[in-house]
């Protein structure tokens, strides 16, 4: 069964910091194009960021390009996800999901990210 379990979350004022993990099991990684995707109160999904299951390339939406930076590490089955000068804005449930930036999958329960003062 595959899970990816987030973790990281929390609360942060505006201007912070944070970092995101997930944790994969149940699929062989390494061949996993990988994604951020977040989901805002009231608001639908919404992609972040991708990366190439080589970590060769990374995509980010506008928003966050700048601020946000994706990795992964295949050996550990990890991936990540470092949030530097969050905004109120950037406040929603993220989740890992398995594919790219044009067709991913959700597979776990996500992990709170508030931004607030």
């Known amino acids: 069964e595959v899970q990816l379990v987030e973790s990281g979350g929390g609360l942060v004022q505006p201007g912070g910091s944070l970092r995101l993990s997930c944790a994969a099991s149940g699929l062989t990684f390494s061949i996993y194009d990988m994604s951020w995707v977040r989901q805002a109160l009231g608001a639908g999904l919404e992609w972040v960021s991708s990366?190439?299951?080589?970590?060769?390339?990374?995509y980010y939406r506008d928003s966050v390009k700048g601020r946000f930076t994706i990795s992964r590490d295949n050996a550990k089955k990890m991936l990540y996800l470092q949030m530097n000068r969050l905004k109120t804005e950037d406040s929603a449930v993220y989740y890992c999901?398995?594919?790219?930036?044009?067709?991913?999958?959700?597979r776990g329960q996500g992990t709170q990210v508030t931004v607030s003062s």
């Open positions: 999901a398995t594919g790219g930036r044009s067709s991913w999958s959700i």
């Open positions: 990366i190439h299951r080589a970590g060769s390339n990374t």
